[in-house]
């Protein structure tokens, strides 16, 4: 097994009376897509936040790179980047511009080249020159993919990036995200309600219940364990009965 470059602990969150993260264990391996699914309220976005040093754990360990994310935090997210349809760039920038904000706060190096290449990746360089609060919300989740490869991380999580996307941006992104991990050794945490593409782009799945890990595996295990004929019936199970 390679050395992980994400491995969790144990985490736990608790907000006040709510344990919404619980003894959570698991690690990310070098270019491999690790899916996290679950019911809404499941603990998935809280994980993700967890890994970002956005929220603090209420206990538990995560190592980056070999490294305690407490202590090297900010050494850890130069190399790791975030994208979620849900989180908006600033309204008053043009596409561009955004992704020039991001180049900079990231310390990369060849800007412009390496904007160029992302707006390229997304077909987005026909709006480069757009203002933010003027994009369709799928243009706005292309510009967060965009703004999510500019370091070139080792580790991106990528919070149901393509809820808004029509079919064939979401499919030529799932087509993207799979050659980038093959090609640069790239790790992906990846959430979606999408159960089908859940189970096409995931090389392992962890299923979140309750904040607790309550199966996980390769799609067509995790499929077989639980009797279901697809990953959408298990995923039913669960969120109805309680349990697979
Ligand atoms: N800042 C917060 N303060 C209080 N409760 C929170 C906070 N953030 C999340 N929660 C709660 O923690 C639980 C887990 O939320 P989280 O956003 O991680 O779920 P999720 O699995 O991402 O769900 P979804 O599929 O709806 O995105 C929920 O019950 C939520 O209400
Ligand atoms: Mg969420």
Do not use: W
């Not at 920038?93 to 080249?113: D, H, I, P």
């Not at 500019?150 to 030529?172: F, M, Q, R, V």
């Not at 639980?226 to 039913?236: A, D, M, Q, S, T």
């Amino acid at each position: 097994m390679p050395e992980a470059v994400v491995e969790i602990k144990g985490l736990t969150k608790d907000f006040k009376t709510l344990r919404a993260v619980d003894d959570v264990s698991f690690c990310i391996y070098p270019g491999e897509i690790l899916g996290l699914l679950g019911p809404n309220g499941a603990g998935k976005t809280t994980i993700i936040h967890m890994i970002l040093g956005l929220t603090t754990p209420t206990s538990g360990e995560i190592r980056m790179f070999g490294c305690d994310l407490k202590k090297t935090r900010q050494a850890c997210v130069q190399n790791a980047n975030f994208s979620s349809t849900y989180v908006s760039m600033p309204n008053s920038l043009t596409v561009k511009e955004c992704l020039k904000v991001f180049a900079r706060l990231y310390k990369v190096k060849n800007r412009n080249k390496r904007i160029t290449e992302v707006l390229n990746i997304f077909e987005i360089e026909d709006i480069q020159n757009h203002m933010v609060r003027t994009l369709s919300s799928g243009q706005q989740t292309r510009l967060n993919l965009a703004k999510s490869l500019i370091n070139s991380p080792k580790i991106l999580l990528l919070d149901e990036p393509t809820a808004s996307l029509d079919p064939d941006i979401a499919d030529k992104t799932r087509t993207m995200l799979r050659s980038i991990t093959r090609e640069r050794n790239i790790s992906i945490l990846y959430t979606s309600h999408n159960m089908k593409e859940m189970e096409e782009i995931s090389d392992r799945l962890i299923f979140l219940h309750h904040g607790k890990i309550i199966a996980q595996g390769k799609p067509k295990e995790v499929i077989k364990n639980y009797r279901g004929k697809n990953l959408e019936e298990v995923f039913l199970k669960v969120a109805r009965e309680g349990h697979p």
